[in-house]
Structure formats: C-alpha cells, structure tokens
C-alpha cells in the first residue's frame, strides 16, 4: 500500500490537501510549501483545483467548515495591516484576526467533495478510486438517476454495514437518523437545510427489512427468512 492510499482513512480534509489529492499528489509531501511555490513549480493542475474549490465555497456551492487566521496580541501590541482586532473576554488579551479563510485549517467532508466533483464531471481520481464499480442506480449523473432509490440503498447498506447504528433502535429508526443526518445528499432537504420529513418517511419504510417493527435481532445484517422443511 502506498502513501497515498492511507488519506482514504479521512473523512474530512482541508481545502489545501483536497486540492493536492484531486491532482494526484500527496499532501504529506508538499501541503506545508506549495503555497510559496510559483505557479511554474506547482503540481499541474493545483492552482485551477484550489480556486475551483475556493471559488465554490465561497459561492456557497461548497459546504465547508471555515476557519480564520487568529493571534493573541502581546502587552501593547497592535494589529497589523488587513487584521482587524477584538478582546476575548476568557483569556482577558486583545486578538487579532482576518477575515481571509486559512485554507490549510478550513475543511471540507469528503462526501460532500465528491459530489461537488461528480457535479463538476469527475468520476475518476483518487476521490474514485472505490467507486469504479458502483451500479448506475447510484450514479448522479446517470440520466435516469433517481435520488430516492439511491437515497434508500445507500441508507440500507450504510446501516447494515455498521452494527453500531443499529444499537438501541429499530431498523426503521435507524435509518430515519441516517437519512436525516445526510439529506442534503439526496435532496431530502428544503432550502433552510431542514430535512424532509414525510420524504424521509417513506424512504426509511422501502429500506426496513423489518416492517413488524421491534428491535433488530441480528445487529448489522437483515435477519435470515426461516426455512421451511421439504414435506
């Protein structure tokens, strides 16, 4: 296994490394001085990459968790030019800040890049590398690609692959949760980002693999149908 291989473990990343591994390199190498390189020495296609990806979060077109350059200011100690300046109560010291996004610290969940990048026309890459073989079902630029079916089994495979989801519910709760928790995905939600409860509904009831309610009695896998004996 490589290097490489291992930022499969992530399941977020910052904007910096998304950059890098949609252009094939690895982060651990280079993320701490690619920004000082010129244009010139930079891995081809970083710099169209990280503004893609720049752009669409701050187009809001690119859910990301924002984080911005902040410093304590020592005793009498002012700003500096494009800092602005405020006082943190907590610690009693005056901070300074930008209001520019530190690229290196902002993240992105790697779910919500790749269907930014399925959206953009990538279906190969480092982000695909395990999806080579999905059924077009699952596929959002298939054109007969339909949300609820796709939002159903995925909600089914992710439950039953993960016995932990299961504790202390029924399948059909567990798979309300799961669809709750990742609507935006499949246009379960409105505009505010609140999730769509009667659409939710009806999909956790196609995917329950036991409509006769009750608390699972195999935690990660559908339970076994009996088998009747030859007579």
Same mark, same amino acid.
């Given at each position: 296994?490589?290097?490489?291989?291992?930022?499969?473990?992530?399941?977020?990343?910052?904007?910096?490394?998304?950059?890098?591994?949609?252009?094939?390199?690895?982060?651990?190498?280079?993320?701490?001085?690619?920004?000082?390189?010129?244009?010139?020495?930079? *891995? =081809?296609?970083?710099? !169209?990459?990280? @503004?893609?990806?720049?752009?669409?979060?701050?187009? &809001?077109? /690119? +859910?990301a968790t924002l984080r911005y350059?902040?410093?304590?200011?020592?005793?009498?100690?002012?700003?500096?030019?494009?800092?602005?300046?405020?006082?943190?109560?907590?610690?009693?010291?005056?901070?300074?800040?930008?209001?520019?996004?530190?690229?290196?610290?902002?993240?992105?969940?790697?779910?919500?890049?790749?269907?930014?990048?399925?959206s953009r026309g990538f279906k190969?890459?480092?982000?695909?590398?395990?999806?080579?073989?999905?059924?077009?079902?699952?596929?959002?630029?298939?054109?007969?690609?339909? *949300? =609820?079916?796709?939002? !159903?089994?995925? @909600?089914?495979?992710?439950?039953?692959?993960?016995? &932990?989801? /299961? +504790?202390?519910?029924?399948?059909?709760?567990?798979?309300?949760?799961?669809?709750?928790?990742?609507?935006?995905?499949?246009?379960?939600?409105?505009?505010?980002?609140?999730?769509?409860?009667?659409?939710?509904?009806?999909?956790?009831?196609?995917?329950?693999?036991?409509?006769?309610?009750g608390a699972a009695k195999t935690?990660?896998?559908?339970?076994?149908?009996?088998?009747?004996?030859?007579?």
């Amino acid at each position: 296994m490589e290097s490489l291989d291992y930022w499969r473990l992530c399941d977020e990343i910052s904007v910096i490394d998304a950059a890098l591994l949609i252009v094939g390199e690895d982060p651990s190498a280079s993320r701490d001085y690619v920004e000082g390189w010129p244009t010139e020495n930079q *891995p =081809k296609g970083y710099s !169209a990459a990280r @503004a893609a990806l720049v752009n669409a979060i701050l187009g &809001k077109r /690119l +859910e990301a968790t924002l984080r911005y350059p902040a410093r304590r200011l020592q005793f009498e100690e002012y700003s500096k030019v494009g800092e602005q300046q405020t006082y943190d109560e907590n610690t009693e010291q005056d901070i300074a800040f930008t209001d520019s996004p530190d690229w290196k610290q902002s993240t992105i969940k790697v779910e919500k890049l790749k269907l930014w990048l399925m959206s953009r026309g990538f279906k190969t890459g480092f982000f695909f590398a395990d999806k080579l073989d999905a059924p077009d079902y699952l596929d959002q630029l298939h054109p007969c690609y339909a *949300p =609820k079916l796709a939002a !159903a089994i995925s @909600a089914w495979e992710a439950i039953t692959a993960d016995e &932990k989801l /299961l +504790e202390g519910k029924t399948p059909k709760q567990a798979l309300e949760k799961w669809l709750r928790e990742n609507a935006s995905q499949f246009g379960l939600s409105d505009e505010d980002g609140n999730p769509n409860k009667d659409g939710i509904e009806q999909i956790s009831k196609v995917a329950n693999w036991k409509p006769e309610g009750g608390a699972a009695k195999t935690k990660g896998n559908p339970p076994t149908p009996k088998k009747t004996p030859f007579k």
